[in-house]
T-cell receptor, first 115, second 112 residues
Framework: DARVTQTPRHKVTEMGQEVTMRCQPI?????VFWYRQTMMQGLELLAYFRNRAPLDDSGMPKDRFSAEMPDATLATLKIQPSEPRDSAVYFC?????????????FGDGTRLSIL | QKEVEQDPGPLSVPEGAIVSLNCTYSNSAFQYFMWYRQYSRKGPELLMY????GNKEDGRFTAQVDKSSKYISLFIRDSQPSDSATYLC????????????FGKGTTLSVSS
């Protein structure tokens, strides 16, 4: 079965450190999403790309977060500097052509803890 | 008022029961309605996808959309312990550049 792969699965680091999360979307999928999940807020969209171009990053705190797709097989989400309130599970998802804004397949997430 | 409301539960039922999960929403522009299932420490997986109003059936699962009441439902027949998970509804207006809005999820436990 094709899968979205996220690394690392867990990350614990201290406040102020840079955090980089990586995602390998399903081969051939042209839409990639980054979500954050917390108990309080649920699942929130941070940013998404189509054909590697950013379409919407309005959910992302721009002063510390950045999202990129260096190539079709890799998406990255960076936090610099990290803060304790960034602790959450970060999910990447991808969708094939024609699926619009509906993420079809999610990775298993990066569980981030900022001390 | 949040755009999408979903009762967090938890909902506990015996094996074999019919389960009803529901969401209400406020944005009348929503046209695409989805249900995702999320097991513990896993990513959500797309379960059902419906466009506009009506019913859709897939095995033991039935999704219903009532746009006049701004209400969607997911029914699970003959529930199994393997159905124990968190179920998230999600919806969008569908235009390019519009985000999918998720409910916070309902946690379901099916006991054998």
């Amino acid at each position: 079965d094709a899968r979205v792969t996220q690394t690392p699965r867990h990350k614990v680091t201290e406040m102020g450190q840079e955090v980089t999360m990586r995602c390998q979307p399903i081969l051939g999928h042209n839409t990639v999403f980054w979500y954050r999940q917390t108990m309080m807020q649920g699942l929130e969209l941070l940013a998404y790309f189509r054909n590697r171009a950013p379409l919407d990053d309005s959910g992302m705190p721009k002063d510390r977060f950045s999202a990129e797709m260096p190539d079709a097989t890799l998406a990255t989400l960076k936090i610099q500097p990290s803060e304790p309130r960034d602790s959450a599970v970060y999910f990447c998802a991808s969708g094939g052509a024609g699926t619009g804004e509906q993420p079809q397949h999610f990775g298993d997430g990066t569980r981030l803890s900022i001390l | 008022q949040k755009e999408v409301e979903q009762d967090p539960g938890p909902l506990s039922v015996p094996e074999g029961a019919i389960v009803s999960l529901n969401c209400t929403y406020s944005n009348s522009a929503f046209q695409y309605f989805m249900w995702y299932r999320q097991y513990s420490r896993k990513g959500p997986e797309l379960l059902m996808y419906t466009y506009s109003s009506g019913n859709k059936e897939d095995g033991r699962f039935t999704a219903q959309v009532d746009k006049s009441s701004k209400y969607i439902s997911l029914f699970i027949r003959d529930s199994q312990p393997s159905d124990s998970a968190t179920y998230l509804c999600a919806m969008s207006a569908g235009q390019a550049g519009t985000a999918l809005i998720f409910g916070k999820g309902t946690t379901l436990s099916v006991s054998s």
